[in-house]
């Protein structure tokens, strides 16, 4: 049984900063990308910053420049440095893994349970 666990949410003040962390384990299939997401109340989920195996990362805009996406792949753990926090940021922040099964070919989606993260004097 696949499980991505998280860790490092909590209660920070504006402009202060956390860290993020997600381990996957259990997967038959090599992990490929990995990302997080996050879901405000009342909003839809939205993608954060994505990570491929090689490295390459992509940001969505209201957070370039001030979060940071990163991977261990011996460790099938992806981190997100996130610094100038705003209360914007403010939601349940989710990982999400894929691997790949080559013959036949099919892609697995996992996802963790999710991470408070509250941004708020």
């Known amino acids: 049984q696949v499980q991505l666990v998280e860790s490092g949410g909590g209660l920070v003040q504006p402009g202060g900063s956390l860290r993020l962390s997600c381990t996957a384990s259990?997967?038959?299939?090599?992990?490929?990308?990995m990302a997080w997401y996050r879901q405000a109340p009342g909003k839809e989920r939205e993608l954060v910053a994505a990570?491929?195996?090689?490295?390459?990362?992509n940001y969505v805009d209201s957070v370039k420049g001030r979060f940071t996406i990163s991977r261990d792949n011996a460790k099938s753990t992806v981190y997100l440095q996130m610094n100038s926090l705003e209360p914007e940021d403010t939601a349940v922040y989710y990982c999400?893994?894929?691997?790949?099964?080559?013959?036949?070919?099919?892609?697995?989606?996992?996802w963790g349970q999710g991470t408070q993260v509250t941004v708020s004097s």
């Open positions: 990570i491929t195996s090689g490295g390459s990362a």
């Open positions: 259990g997967s038959p299939f090599s992990i490929n990308g």
């Open positions: 999400k893994a894929d691997a790949i099964r080559a013959f036949p070919w099919q892609r697995f989606d996992y």
